[in-house]
């Protein structure tokens, strides 16, 4: 069954179930800018108040998480008897900590100052920085009533406490952003949860797309569930339907390999040059390692000082993450502020005033790209978003985009002096053909730049070290890439893009010796034996390692003969014996080594083929896209098709 949504949402008295007066008197939602409903709160909450399953998809920034959160407090609240002991009345599920800790903090806003918290009270449950025992403890003196976390540690709290939670009672279970806990491969944590639960409950699934993994969670967790679907329609398009919201404009910037840190940079300049330009960013990458290393560059830059840097990845401490995230949210909208981050920070966060998102790798996943450009425009809020691509055939990506409803336009490129320069180039003479190739742009700027980037680099070994590492890890990220039929790393200069990142030398690694033309990295001329860490241990310890390594290298003679010693028939017969043993290991490594040499072969051969298949799926997508534009396709053929 699917409800259908009013294009209009009205006010909250309108609600047939009106709301308690307590939720009201706080003026919360008024505070929180929500004078009135979205269209998926006017959807959503009156099936929720009425007792039904509901499946809810929607863009990212339309009001979700109140859109469970309300109803929760109001069924808790109208309960004939209170929930007592260790009864809880709801379970939120979500993929990431940052998002239970969001999720709280919204809840945290109705709770905080009401007459009958304890009635309401919060529980956040996220592992990390707490161990299990630390989380019971916290459970049996808390008494909460609604438990919020992420799937590992809940499943811990619910099963390894000894029945100390007792879900009897339950009202409503909530999971948020469900193609992300399927995605991550929470599936088995989420049916141990759902066993512990009673079969006579709520449940709300929310997620911004939906696949066949969660069709079949729905069929297992929800009984006859209505299914809500809220769409943006694209009035300049004839009413065709995006993926993202309104507010958000979405473009995309080419350039060459040696020039997408500086045009990110060059994004940020121009938007502080501009009075009412943007003052938020989120800058995304692709690895961890990318994300530490140009946050030790772009911080350093003279030109990006009056911005305030922020990092934020999976593989820092919870405690490092929690900080980072609250002091980017809290800084006031007036200061210049950029997040770089991984997709750790691409789904369900609401930072309030985000206004432009960059994507300077475009995600592996591609469903991944809405998520990441919906975290700004949210609420109705304007927002802007830039991904940035190498000319050439990462361009096509713009193409599989649009055949996937995201609106997405061309942005210059922009030059030293902040001036834009169109460097694109109609392809073919089909005007209705919108596709773009692109021209090589001649930026002064590009040498300037890199060497205050191997500046910085230069100041301590340790950034080296740390921009070989993200480089590597680059080149291991993208040679996954899910569209590996467009982003493939033979159709890359990898010289050109060593040099921007401003390495001082080429990694040794397989990808650059398949690469036989260097010629556009230029190494820089520095003395490795003294190129010191700036940390004083680090540093003593390498000074060590070449001490030890140059006294080896003085007393090492490869002209030197080895002396014949004669030696007893058992010490000769022992060496036999040694070197047949020998003989034998060698030659299991060698078979060992062709097998798995032919099982990479095979799996090449694999790879080769789905990717082909990939292609010839796109290239009939946009064959049929183009029909559907000229009219010999009816849309609705269309989008049932793909």
Known sequence: MTATVPAHAGS??????????SIFSLSTLDNMGFDTMTPVQSGAIPLFLKNKDVVVEAVTGSGKTLSFVIPILEKLLRRDEPLKNHEIGAVIITPTRELAQQIHSVFQLFVQDHERVDDIRLGLFIGGSNVLAEDISSFKKEHPRILIGTPGRLEELLTKSGQLVNTKELEVLVMDEADRLLDMGFSKQLSSIIAQLPKQRRTGLFSATMTDAISELVRAGLRNPVRIVVKVEDLANKGAVQRTPATLDIDYLVCDADQKLLQTTRILETELADGEGSRKFIIYFATCAMVDYFYKILSRLPKLKPFSF????????????????????????????????????????????????????????PKAFSHRCGRAGRAGRKGRATVILVRGREEVYIDFLKLRKIPIQR???????????????????????????????????????????????RTDRDISDRAIKAFVSWARAYSKHEASYIFRMQDLDLSRLAMGFGLLKLPKMPELKAQKDKSQFVEEDIDWDTFKYADKMKEAKRLRELKDYQAKQATFNPQQQKKKINSAWSEKADAKERKAVRREKKQAKKEFLKKQAQAEIENKKRQLEEAKEDWEDFAEEERMFKKTKKGKLDKSVFEEMF
Not at 440 to 455: A, P, Y
Request: proline share 5%; aromatic share 8%; net charge negative.
């Open 12 to 21: 909250w008295h309108s609600l047939e179930t009106p709301l308690s007066e």
């Open 310 to 365: 922020h990092s934020l990845h999976g593989q820092m401490d919870t405690k490092r993450r929690s900080a980072t995230y609250t002091s980017f949210t809290e800084l006031s909208p007036a200061i210049p502020a950029v997040l770089l981050c991984t997709d750790v920070a691409s789904r369900g966060l609401d930072i309030s005033d985000l206004d432009y998102v960059i994507q300077v790798d475009p995600p592996q996943d």
């Open 411 to 457: 942005r210059f490129y922009i030059m030293p002096d902040l001036n834009l320069f169109d460097n694109s180039i109609a392809a073919g003479d089909d005007k209705e053909d919108d596709k773009a190739t692109s021209i090589e742009v001649k930026d002064e700027g590009v040498s300037e730049f890199i060497q205050q980037m191997r500046s910085i680099v």
